[in-house]
């Protein structure tokens, strides 16, 4: 069996971001037969259909169009994702018959305060129904921020976070081997 490439983009550019955190805890923890890249977006301008593709946005396309599917970490900006992350869907989004996304699989975690990050993610989600993702739904992944399951660096040190990482995880990947099977059918 080929091995699954998932790419994952976080919608924090902070050093020490949670979300990032869930990123590389996600990378280590990828069933057998997967693998997890991690773009940069640091670098992507903000989307203007004026300007020509830079360079780092055409990084970004040629990993997307790669993957066979993909792992969002939203954080939460007030009360709906963050403007990175969209930035960078939104970039995504022009290329042809939205070839990055169209009909791939796609899983969301987050990291935030309070409600942790349902909000950003029920945006998210239906910014992925425009992009034809097939998000899968269940298991959710929701977790405070500000808790001691992260270490100063933004790393998940907890356990049982873990865990529930690891079981989303599983759920994407297996939802990636039915859909790609399907399409090889078809």
């Not at 945006?123 to 992260?150: G, M, T, W």
Request: glycine share 8%; net charge positive.
């Amino acid at each position: 069996m080929d091995e699954l490439v998932f790419l994952g983009i976080c919608g924090s550019l902070r050093r020490a971001s949670r979300n990032m955190g869930l990123l590389r805890k996600a990378r280590e923890l990828m069933p057998a037969g997967s693998r997890l890249e991690i773009a940069d977006i640091h670098d992507l301008p903000f989307y203007n259909e004026d300007n020509a593709k830079p360079e780092s946005v055409r990084k970004l396309v040629a990993a997307a169009e790669k993957a066979d599917g993909f792992l969002f970490a939203s954080p939460e900006y007030n009360y709906s994702l963050a403007p990175a992350l969209k930035n960078a869907l939104d970039w995504l989004s022009r290329e042809p018959g939205l070839k990055p996304f169209a009909g791939k699989p796609a899983a969301i975690v987050g990291a935030g305060g309070g409600m942790g990050t349902c909000r950003s993610q029920a945006h998210l989600r239906q910014v992925c129904v425009y992009l034809d993702l097939h998000l899968i739904n269940k298991p959710e992944f929701f977790s405070n921020a500000f808790s001691p399951a992260y270490d100063a660096a933004g790393d998940l040190v907890d356990a049982e976070l873990a865990k529930r990482l690891a079981e989303l995880l599983k759920a994407l990947v297996d939802w990636a081997r039915v859909l790609k099977k399907g399409r090889a059918s078809a």
